[in-house]
């Protein structure tokens, strides 16, 4: 039998927003044919939403959304002048986000590029002026300039995995330039984006390999030229919760190791991946979508918030391949790795992470506390298709006031995050036994009682 044990009276910090994905709900403020996912954001309080890739989706606004040569398609004009951006279908976006009540992670540059020909992953033609191309964007969303809004987007990042293609390769999908060159930029736009908004967060840069020297060098470069970098963000694919909390652990070490012990770690793309060709990547989307994928989510939002990393997001919540959460076409149909982030919130929205200790490496867990309420949330994961069932002991000591209601709900195969026993405690402890199947993922809740 294996035990997992929570003692409420540990209290271990800031519960962290773990559950923060890309891109925004689908919807349209006509209600002309509108299919709306936009509920399922409110119900879950997704705490961010990061920009990257919306320009892939027409109901986001499509080609002429988020990216800078949709804003400023024209680079010859004036950075000045009102007249030379096209704001409108990304104010779109972003009035939706606010709508849901989720906050933008706007990244700033371009989408990565796929095809042939390439756009906008080409290198500026002037760095400064592309820094001041992105003043006026943060203006225009944050301080109303040219018509904005003064919304509180609090972090900006700067570009996307510019590491992703070597100096060499012939088909650079998200950087067309050298390593260096692109160091070069970032140290102008982030010098002058911190000095026109000192009280937001400038970072990046969306590195996709956060074990390769590339890092290291780039970490290097800013400690050197003084850059300001408010917050890393780093990208990993993985078949294992373990492999990702390696990495959690790599980048903060890398990030303190070069003086930037106030920086934060963000991991801002992540899914199940187990091969990126061949059958390897077939199987990959199809778990993505399905139970193991929702149960490979859970285990590492709830490890996560254990490790030295500030936030998650999830890689995408866009309508594509690589959404787990909602049906492409319906994306009012929510799937199977919806739940794990609806789950996580009402852990999250007890305040304080709790000690938690499982002796089970298969068995992943996260615990909080709030004045009079108390969550735990526990997901059985292997990267395997089949596994025996565990009987689990739930150990429960110190809970919030007596008497408490328990109440547990689930998410297997036959039930999307729904309550399916419930229990009174009058005393300060209390123990519960269940069967977990492979990929099932509990959340016991604990408030007073009537």
Known sequence: ????????????????????????????????QRITNIDAFREAEIPYARTHDASFCSSYGGEHTVDIIAIFPDFSKDPDDPASYDFTLTDEYMQVMDFAGVKPFYRLGNKIEHWKKKYGTLPPPDFKKWAVVCEHIIRHYTEGWADGFKYDVEYWEIWNEPDLDPDDSTHKRTWGGTKLQFFDLFEIAAK???????????????????????????LAFCRDHNVPLDFFSWHVYAKLPSRVLEYEREVRAALDANGFTETESILNEWNYVKGWTG????????????????????????????????????????????????????????????????????VHRCGTAADIKSDDPTVYGVAAVGKQNAAVMFTYYEDLDEAENKRVKLELKDLPGTP???????????????????????????????????FTTCLVTLEPAD
């Not at 997992?4 to 891109?23: E, R, T, W, Y």
């Not at 995050?417 to 123990?431: K, W, Y």
């Open 279 to 346: 059958d390897n990547w077939v199987y990959s989307i199809r778990t993505m979508k399905n139970l193991k994928g929702a149960a490979f989510v859970a285990s590492t939002i709830e490890a996560s918030q254990y490790e030295p990393l500030d936030m998650l997001m999830y890689y995408d919540a866009r309508p594509c391949t690589l959404n787990g959460m909602f049906s492409t076409d319906l994306v009012c149909d929510r799937l199977k790795g919806y739940y794990p982030f609806r789950m996580f919130n009402q």
């Open 192 to 218: 002058h984006l911190k000095s026109c908004f000192p009280h937001l967060k400038i970072g990046g840069p969306a590195i996709c390999n956060p074990k390769g020297g590339w890092k290291d060098e780039f």
């Open 404 to 438: 408490v209601k328990m109440t547990l709900r689930v998410l297997d195969e036959d039930h999307d995050d729904e309550p399916v026993r419930e229990e009174i405690f009058t005393g300060r402890s209390a123990t519960v036994y269940l069967d977990l199947a492979l």
């Open 1 to 32: 039998m294996q035990t997992i044990s929570v003692d409420f009276s540990k209290k271990l910090g800031q519960m962290k927003p773990m559950h923060a994905v890309n891109n925004g709900p689908v919807y349209k403020f006509a209600e002309d």
